[in-house]
Nanobody, 116 residues
Framework: QVQLVESGGGLVQAGGSLRLSCVASVRIFGINFMGWYRQAPGKQRELAALITSDGSTTYADSVKGRFTISRDNAKNTVYLQMNSLKPEDTAVYYC??????????WGQGTQVTVSS
């Protein structure tokens, strides 16, 4: 059974940085894209950043210029470098892998809390 395991969340002061990592428990072939989503209390889950197989990236407007997504295909790992964090970035962050066949894998989520 494939699992995505996230790490790197925690508590940080506003203006600080965190780096999230997400790795698959077994090798997944044919990954189309990897992404990071987040869900704040009382809000819907939203896309934060996404990276495709050819390295193209997409960011939510709210994180552009502060967050950077990257991937290591050999390690089946995706990263999210988060700088200049704001209290409004507080959320549970989930990673997602989708294959070309349309199969979806989600992580269990990691809490990011930014204090003011």
């Amino acid at each position: 059974q494939v699992q995505l395991v996230e790490s790197g969340g925690g508590l940080v002061q506003a203006g600080g940085s965190l780096r999230l990592s997400c790795v698959a428990s077994v090798r997944i072939f044919g990954i189309n894209f990897m992404g990071w989503y987040r869900q704040a209390p009382g809000k819907q889950r939203e896309l934060a950043a996404l990276i495709t197989s050819d390295g193209s990236t997409t960011y939510a407007d709210s994180v552009k210029g502060r967050f950077t997504i990257s991937r290591d295909n050999a390690k089946n790992t995706v990263y999210l470098q988060m700088n200049s964090l704001k209290p409004e970035d507080t959320a549970v962050y989930y990673c997602r892998f989708q294959t070309w066949a349309g199969r979806d894998y989600w992580g269990q989520g990691t809490q990011v809390t930014v204090s003011s």
